[in-house]
Structures are given as C-alpha cells and as structure tokens.
C-alpha cells in the first residue's frame, strides 16, 4: 500500500459525514475494501486506520499484547472502545461516529483538516490542529532530532 500524505479541508455535514479526499482514497489498497477503523488519536483528533492494516497490524499487536498487565488490558480497552468501522458510500464519504466527532472537537457545517500520515488518516479540527502544532518544538529543531541520525 502506498502511504498517506498530504493534507486537505473538507466540510463534516450535519450527518457527520466526512469526504475522504480523492488523493487519499487512491492510496487505499483494495484489501481495506473501502473500509476504515475509525478510533481515537494519541492526541485530540481521529485516527482512521485502512481496514486491511487494523486487521493485519493493529490487532495482531494487541493480541499480543500481555492482559495480565493493567496498562496492556487499559491500552486495548482505550482504543477498541473507540472503534468503529467505517465504509465509504458512493461519494467518498464516510460517517465518522458521533463519539469521535465529540471527542475530536469536530463541528458539523465545519472544517475538517485530514493528514495523511503513512499508514493512517488523521482528523483534527483545524483550530486545535494549530493549537497542538503551536506548542511543538520548532520544525527544525524536531527534525534534525528525529532525523538527524539516519
């Protein structure tokens, strides 16, 4: 499959329902059969992991996760009770739960910043999106941090 990347706005309707742009959804492999796990990011915005990479990555590393450990058993309770699948109708679009809307600060009749990140989507209300890059080191600093070394 090849990464996601990118960035793009789209407008949430008041279904809450979500475009996923065009560049993006030609980066879905066939596998995920249009279909998306959608679940809460590490940070204030939705994840939305191909359904082919939650069932062929994701899972595999919960189960192996140890549930005789309290933060392996919270971990997999946190991101399975956020879960939902996700399909994309005939025009692309995909109902994001009304949970994750919640969560994520997402407004119906609003803006939505989607970002490819490699093996998922992201979705974050843009304001918060700001908000979050804001407070994050400088890009230069980070990169040469993170890939410096390589």
């Known amino acids: 499959m090849a990464g996601f990347k990118g960035q793009a706005e789209n407008s949430l309707d008041s279904k809450g329902r979500l475009p996923v742009p065009a560049k993006m959804r030609r980066a879905l492999s ?31 590393r919960m189960r192996g996760l140890n549930m005789f450990n309290q933060e392996d058993r919270v971990f997999v309770r946190q ?13 692309g679009r995909i109902a994001v739960p009304k949970p994750l809307v919640e969560f994520a600060g997402l407004q119906p009749g609003e803006k939505a910043l989607v970002i490819g990140a490699f093996d998922r989507l992201e979705v974050w209300d843009p304001t918060v999106f700001e908000s979050h890059i804001n407070d994050q080191p400088d890009y230069e600093s980070l990169a040469e941090r993170v890939m410096g070394g390589i």
Do not use: H, S
């Open 30 to 60: 066939p596998d995920a059969k249009e279909t998306f796990v959608a679940t809460r990011g590490e940070e204030q915005c939705v994840v939305l992991y191909p359904l082919d990479y939650w069932e062929g990555e994701i899972e595999p």
């Open 79 to 91: 991101l399975n009770r956020w879960a939902d699948e996700v399909t994309m109708d005939g025009q």
